[in-house]
């Protein structure tokens, strides 16, 4: 398999835009949104022509590089992965990933069910070379900007080795997402002590250590470093990961509700609202995780991206972007040599890369 | 080991003044803030004599029912629970617990070293018969009031019996806390179809369905259910627990910050700012953590409640209120007969409950 670098218009997208909670119009006013704000890219649209077509007619895109790809299936938020494998190969997603197989496009896009994309990756454009389990990854609103987060629900459970193949990955992301040449990597633990936490983190933390120079580790990061921006790349299993992520949207809706509740509380404080109105709008943007929508599975040999299920046109538009962004920058021959590299040193080195999650009990 | 319960003026606390990040000074003004809200209890002080009765004599409380119990050492941050269960023996720590065992005081509160907090407890008050590890839980405040989460931090992993001992136990914390008869309880996963998770999350829900019928198992709830308020009572293992916890904590201040700098972004926000303030301060007592401060560690043989180590005199008389309450509501003769009813039936329908962590990997 080829790695397809390409830049501006010459950049191929193909958009699964059937199975989005929202339905076809949102996704397609996604499409529009991405291109009112500076996309070059061509877009293949997979899913049901007549759909598409009809919505299409209405959103004055007619001079955009937009082509249909029809598909008739559609994969729903309830079909179990290994279901969609035996009977998606019609679907709107086995369409959009198979452009990137064939080098049609350089990235898919899609909104649908994360387990059957996740599946569908690996089966179409397998793993990369040395990477046992792809990770989803996410972006992530901190103090000092952003950081990327992963796994986040591909994997319950991670060993060492994994972890270590997680923490290249999320490097070679961070890296190709903002182009800051060394983002500094942390593995997400109970404790900055060496001391705390499995055995395995400790592990992958040695191995990184001992086997990855180039590699700006920084150690452990504690649940709340997330939020404050402590590191550019947070490694942690997809169980963990999953668990924090949540939290932390529940935790924003939580304090949404007491703010709104406050700022209505009284006649004074509504009068107070109103002015300062425009700014808590600008706090809600970037809080507005449409914003930081679209996160590529790692670990494939060929770029997906995975757009939130329940994504607006907002959300799409960034998605789409995103996808546009690292075609420039493909980094899956960088996560393949790297990858070789530290395991590699890991094993000259005699450190324990094999050493299996269960015998890791504490 | 005897029970006691006691209600009122009756009740005895002791309390370990020293090894608090902020000193002796906080946490005896913690002491006058306790008896200022209401607090009926007697309290025996213990560390160090010349240092308390100085502080003291400058706060006005010569007419409260307070003693003090002189305790040389102290056990510091840094100690490790080993060191501190070896050199301890003099300390203000095991001197408080010590109250605890003879029967002098019905609750020990401390703002000192967790582990070394948990190694005393152990050691002296011993586990309540049937409980494999304590627990230590945290109040999690909810859009509809508050929850208890453990595990969040006495132990990085869990075996599905544990999980259920871990429910069993914060189901009746919970209700010595709230007085609510029937708490709902759900456990910590990745997602709410009984499919997902650990196979181990997994085993703990049917051995709670089967074999826990007075208790309102609830199921699943995912990361944003426990600000939601989804469940009284979170179970997870201390691993997760703690990363949640800390990941909320961090959302909070990253959404604090954001509201401070969109609150003096401009002169009009500004003057909006000063009409919301004091909705805003409201607000604010919601999210501090000092409201919620004082959390029982639970499954010792006695009521220990641990107080933050950075606590301010409000936190500190928080904790000591909370000793209160919970010495007017013992739970722990409740926990031992639950487990071992409920490990009975679950023997009895051969559920898997002696299924180790290991052999749960997916």
């Known amino acids: 398999m080829t790695e397809h670098t390409a830049s501006g218009q010459d950049i191929r997208i193909a958009l699964d835009v059937m199975g989005a909670d929202k339905g076809v119009g ?72 198979a452009s990137v197989k064939s080098g049609d ?76 040449e060394k983002p500094s990597v942390s593995l997400l633990n109970v404790g900055s002590e060496d001391l705390k936490g499995h055995d395995l983190i400790r592990t992958a933390a040695t191995i990184l250590k001992e086997a990855d120079h180039e590699m700006n580790f920084t150690g452990f990061v504690e649940g709340n470093g997330i939020s404050l921006g402590e590191a550019d790349v947070v490694v942690t299993d997809g169980f963990t990961g999953n668990v924090s992520l949540k939290t932390a949207e529940g935790t924003a809706r939580l304090i949404g509700s007491w703010l709104k509740e406050a700022l209505t509380s009284n006649i004074v404080s509504k009068m107070g609202a109103l002015l300062v109105k425009p700014s808590l709008e600008e706090m809600r943007a970037k809080m507005n995780p449409s914003n930081s929508n679209g996160a590529p599975l790692l670990g494939l040999n060929g770029l997906v991206i995975k757009s ?40 000259a080195k005699h450190l324990p890369l094999e050493e299996p999650a269960e015998a890791a009990a504490e």
Not at 38 to 63: M, P, Q
Not at 319 to 342: C, G, M, S, W, Y
Request: aromatic share 4%.
């Open 105 to 180: 496009a350089h990235a898919a896009v899609s909104s649908g069910n994360t387990g059957a994309l996740m599946a569908m990756g690996v089966l179409q454009l397998r793993k990369i070379e040395g990477i046992d389990r792809p990770a989803i990854s996410c972006i992530w609103p901190t103090l000092r900007g952003r950081c990327v987060v992963l796994d986040v629900g591909a994997n319950v459970e991670a060993t060492a080795k994994q972890l270590v193949q997680f923490a290249i990955m999320g490097e070679a992301y961070f890296r190709a997402l903002t182009e800051k």
């Open 308 to 347: 939130h299920g329940g994504s607006d046109a907002e959300g799409v538009a960034a998605a789409i972007k995103t996808a546009e962004t690292l075609a420039n920058h493909p980094f899956q021959d960088e996560i393949r040599r790297t990858v070789a590299k530290v395991e590699a040193r890991a094993v």
């Open 26 to 97: 949102e996704v397609l006013d996604g499409v529009g949104r991405a291109y009112a704000s500076g996309l070059k890219a061509k877009i293949s649209l997979h899913g049901r022509e007549d759909e598409i077509s009809s919505t299409l007619n209405g959103l004055g895109l007619s001079d955009k590089p937009i082509s249909i790809a029809h598909a008739d299936d559609v994969i729903t938020m309830n079909d179990k992965p290994t279901e969609a494998l035996r009977r998606g190969k019609k679907s709107s997603m086995w369409s959009a990933m």
